[in-house]
Structure formats: C-alpha cells, structure tokens
Nanobody, 115 residues
Framework: QVQLVESGGGLVQAGGSLRLSCAAS????????MAWYRQAPGKERDLVAL???????NYADSVKGRFTISRDNAKDTVYLQMNSLKPDDTAVYYC?????????WGQGTQVTVSS
C-alpha cells in the first residue's frame, strides 16, 4: 500500500529554518508529482509547494522566495526547505501524492514558529 511518512517538524524561532522530509513507499516515486500542504488551526488545508516528476515547481505566494521543494528519486523522498520562517507558517505540514483520482496523504508533521 502507499505510505507517506513526514519528518523534520519542530519548534523554531522566527527567522529560523527547518527541512521537512517525506519518504514514500508503495508507488513508483519517480513518475509521481509530490506536494506539500499545510493546515493551521481553524483553517483549511492549503497547497504550499508542488514538484512534478520532471522537477518543475510551483509555490504558494506566501512562501515564494523562502521555501524550496526538491526531490531525490533515488531515495523516494521529497523535501521542503523552509527558510526565514514566520509565526504565520505555524501549521501541520502534510505530504501528498496521487494516483489517478486517489490521493494519498501522510500523517503530518507539526511546525511551530515562535515570535
């Protein structure tokens, strides 16, 4: 079965950095687009960044220039490098992929940015 396991969240001060990882199994990773979403308390889950199988990327306006999504097909892992973190970045971050109409999500990793 498809499994996505996120790691790398934690507590960081504003201006700091974190790198999230998402290890995938049960899929042919190299042909799948991968994405990071986040959900803050009381808010909807929103797209943060996406990377296609070919390496093209797309970012939410709120994170452009601060976050970088990348992938390592040899390790079946997608990363989210987060720099210049702000308190507004506080959320649970989820990894997502899809096969056809079926979406798969990880369990999420908490990122808390203190001011």
């Amino acid at each position: 079965q498809v499994q996505l396991v996120e790691s790398g969240g934690g507590l960081v001060q504003a201006g700091g950095s974190l790198r999230l990882s998402c290890a995938a199994s049960g899929i042919i990773f190299s042909i799948n687009a991968m994405a990071w979403y986040r959900q803050a308390p009381g808010k909807e889950r929103d797209l943060v960044a996406l990377i296609t199988s070919g390496g093209s990327t797309n970012y939410a306006d709120s994170v452009k220039g601060r976050f970088t999504i990348s992938r390592d097909n040899a390790k079946d892992t997608v990363y989210l490098q987060m720099n210049s973190l702000k308190p507004d970045d506080t959320a649970v971050y989820y990894c997502k992929t899809a096969q056809g109409r079926i979406s798969y999500w990880g369990q999420g990793t908490q990122v808390t940015v203190s001011s």
